[in-house]
């Protein structure tokens, strides 16, 4: 230290109890979500019924009530699935089923769930053009952009999805045309809990669907990225093997 000295200030810091810390949160959160799921996917079954029963019903409030209901379940329901997946995930079991997938299809049906009249999604790939993923969990990683890209941009004029190849991987992205992010904070949006209004609670969430969706691609051998600019909107992407 100093010019002349020859001095050093060696900094020790126990990390131990942090990481005890860490690991009796996530066993609360394996043991307290899957606790929740047996009741919760009989709740969701019984609810499912009473929406098939709705019209009998006799009140115009009881519908809007058991739609409510069934909304409302239906969150909670991905929220309970987002965190035994990242519990999953954090412990490494995460076996993947690889096949052919057609990219162009795959676009197309991570937007089916959301009603396309109120957005404007735009899809660009070629219709040939395959990958060699787990379809299920690349799906997963779609819907989750595509979710996200609906939540925080809402005002977004278009939705583009777009998939290209690139040697030999294949490039899928998300583009948004939404308020962005600030650039400091795009180093940790993988990270698990991270969020970005996490003060403003404007918008709900766990933080977990991008690290859920950063270990799916890992798991693939690809990478995540994301560039965006506060006032033009976000673009998330991610590669994959072609088929
Ligand atoms: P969650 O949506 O549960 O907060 P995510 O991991 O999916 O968790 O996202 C992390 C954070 O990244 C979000 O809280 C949000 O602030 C930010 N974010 C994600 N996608 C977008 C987007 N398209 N535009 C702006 N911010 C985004």
Partial sequence: MGENSSYVVVVFDNITAKKELE???DDFISVASHELK???TSLKASLQ???RMKQQSTTPAMVRMIEQANRSV???TLLIDSLLNATRMSEGHLDLQLSSINALKLLKSACAHIQTADYNFIFEADPELRIYADENRIEQVLVNLVNNAVKYAAG???IHLKASREGDQ???SVRDFGPGIE???LPHLFDRHY???FSGMQYSGLGLGLYISAEIVKKHGGAIQVASTVGSGSTFWFSLPAA
Avoid: G, Y
Wanted: hydrophobic share 35%; no cysteine.
């Fill in 23 to 25: 690991q009796r949160k």
């Fill in 38 to 40: 047996t009741p919760v």
């Fill in 49 to 51: 019924l009473l929406d």
């Fill in 74 to 76: 239906e969150k909670v």
């Fill in 156 to 158: 977004s004029s278009a």
């Fill in 170 to 172: 294949v490039k899928i």
């Fill in 183 to 185: 650039h400091e904070k």
């Fill in 195 to 197: 969020r970005v209004d």
